[in-house]
């Protein structure tokens, strides 16, 4: 059992007693069209994206080229894979996994906190150990979720009022605050248009997309002040400009 690590798969965390640098964390918002912030994004020691997104042209001169982390979830698993059901959906997944990240990464997700996403998400280790694959599958403590979810309670940050919860974004970020020397996210957008007026897709790879915004599940803008918070107090930086 690993209920005290961060991590769950392998059975001792590959993060104990280490500290990764400087993190990139890089959002899926729309934010980043135009931004030009791949270079920056790939100068980190660590690079974590969300929900496995495309990772190649013509988006990589604004989102970059490196991962070394990526998350996943059932909802995604499902749309994209069909929950790996299937032999032509467990070849795409990899072939994605392969081709936009790497085999020199680790894969991400939380099985454990909702009953149903335990068995789509459980069978990435095995998929990925029959295939011969270097990426390394991570699972989630579901403690360390509730922990996660207190610590910010008692920070003043209450998501845990009815059904909602952290994104996605927001609880790695916890993550990466724990793991990392120096944290710099990008692409967290949750609104509709920048601050000039201009109109920003949830998703910057999907033409027509409301996305979380539309999650009553979640509590981004609540979530987005926290990090302006932390932001102006140097605990991390929230990037979401041109970084040319």
Known sequence: MCFL????????????NRTLGVCS???NSDI????KCGQKIDSGDFVIRFNMPPVCSPYLDDIGRRTDLVTTCRDRMNSKWGLLKSRAGREKFLNHLHDQYG???????????????????????????????????????PTHARQ???AWSDLG???????????SGFYYTSVALELCDQVNIYGFWPFRED??????????????????????????????????????????????????
Not at 5 to 16: A, K
Not at 200 to 206: F, Q, S, W
Request: charged share 20%; proline share 4%; hydrophobic share 35%.
């Open 195 to 244: 601050r000039e007026g201009r109109p920003v897709r949830y998703h910057y790879y999907k033409s027509v997309d409301t996305g979380g915004l539309e999650n009553s599940w979640h509590a981004m803008d609540k979530e987005f002040e926290k990090l302006l918070q932390l932001h102006k107090l140097g605990v991390l930086q929230l990037i979401h400009g041109n970084c040319r």
């Open 103 to 141: 085999q020199d990464t680790y894969i991400v997700s939380a099985p454990f906190t909702i009953r149903r996403d335990i068995e789509a998400l459980l069978s990435i280790s095995e998929l990925l150990r029959s295939n011969n694959s270097s990426v390394v599958p991570l699972y989630i403590s």
């Open 5 to 16: 690590l961060v991590f769950c798969q392998p059975q001792v965390s590959p993060f104990v």
């Open 157 to 167: 940050l209450d998501l845990n009022k009815g059904r909602i919860n952290f994104s």
């Open 32 to 35: 980043l069209t135009g931004s």
């Open 148 to 150: 996660t979810l207190q």
């Open 25 to 27: 964390l890089v959002g």
